[in-house]
C-alpha cells in the first residue's frame, strides 16, 4: 500500500514563530487531508489538499502532486496551535482508503 | 448540530468479553469509517463504508465486525476482547473519501 512519511516527528517553536510540516507520500493521489489532533485528542480537519495552494488565516498548505509531498505552514503560531498534525492520503489504487502519517508533535511555548 | 456522536467515551473489557461501540452522524453523510490510534502512532483504518449496506475491511480489520443498516449509524463489534485491542478508537464520517472527514471524539478501550 502506499506509504505516508511526515517530518520532522518532532517540533518546540516559541510563541510567534513559523514552521514548516512536511508530508511525502510513496504513490499518486486522489485525496490528501491535514489534521489537527489537539492535547486533548480531539481530530480537526485543516485542509483538503490534493493539490495546489489552500490558506486559512494563520495556516496554509501547499501539495505537488507531481513530486509527492504536501507542506503545512504554520505562521505566528500560538500555544493553541500544539498537539498533532497528521497527514492523510487516498492512493490512486488505494479504494476509498485513506492512509494516515505518523504524525508531528508540535509544541508552542509561551 | 452534533454532528459525529461516539459512545461510551471509555469503556475498561476483560480479555473474552464482546461489546459495541456505537458511531452516529447527522449530517447525512454516505461515507464513515473507523480507525484506531495507539499511542505515538497514526491512525489506522479498521473497516469503513460506502453507504447504506456496503462495508470493506481496512489496513488492520482482524478480531472487529462492522454492518451498516442506515445512513446514521455505523456500530464496530469486538467479539473477543484481546489486549492488543486497547486502544483509543475514533469513528469518522463525509460525504465521500476526497471530501474533509469529520471525526468524533474517540472511545479510549482498556482490554486486561
Known amino acids: 500500500g502506499i506509504q505516508v512519511e511526515q517530518s520532522p516527528p518532532d517540533l518546540i517553536l516559541q510563541e510567534g514563530a513559523n514552521s514548516t510540516l512536511r508530508c511525502n507520500f510513496s504513490d499518486s493521489v486522489n485525496n490528501l487531508q491535514w489534521f489537527h489532533q489537539n492535547p486533548w485528542g480531539q481530530l480537526i480537519n485543516l485542509f483538503y489538499?490534493?493539490?495546489g495552494t489552500k490558506q486559512n488565516g494563520r495556516l496554509s498548505a501547499t501539495t505537488v502532486a507531481t513530486e509527492r509531498y504536501s507542506l503545512l505552514y504554520i505562521s505566528s503560531s500560538q500555544t493553541t496551535d500544539s498537539g498533532v498534525y497528521f497527514c492523510?492520503?487516498?492512493?490512486?489504487?488505494?479504494?476509498?482508503?485513506?492512509?494516515f502519517g505518523e504524525g508531528t508533535q508540535l509544541t508552542v511555548n509561551p | 448540530n452534533a454532528g459525529v456522536t461516539q459512545t461510551p467515551k471509555f469503556q475498561v473489557l476483560k480479555t473474552g468479553q464482546s461489546m459495541t461501540l456505537q458511531c452516529a452522524q447527522d449530517m447525512n453523510h454516505e461515507y464513515m469509517s473507523w480507525y484506531r490510534q495507539d499511542p505515538g502512532m497514526g491512525l489506522r483504518l479498521i473497516h469503513y463504508s460506502v453507504g447504506a449496506g456496503i462495508t470493506d475491511q481496512g489496513e488492520v480489520p482482524n478480531g472487529y465486525n462492522v454492518s451498516r443498516s442506515t445512513t446514521e449509524d455505523f456500530p464496530l463489534r469486538l467479539l473477543s476482547a484481546a489486549p492488543s485491542q486497547t486502544s483509543v478508537y475514533f469513528c469518522?464520517?463525509?460525504?465521500?473519501?476526497?471530501?474533509?472527514?469529520?471525526f468524533g471524539d474517540g472511545t479510549r478501550l482498556s482490554i486486561l
Open positions: 489538499i490534493p493539490s
Open positions: 492523510a492520503v487516498e492512493g490512486e489504487t488505494s479504494g476509498s482508503r485513506l492512509t
Open positions: 469518522a464520517s463525509s460525504y465521500s473519501p476526497w471530501r474533509p472527514q469529520h
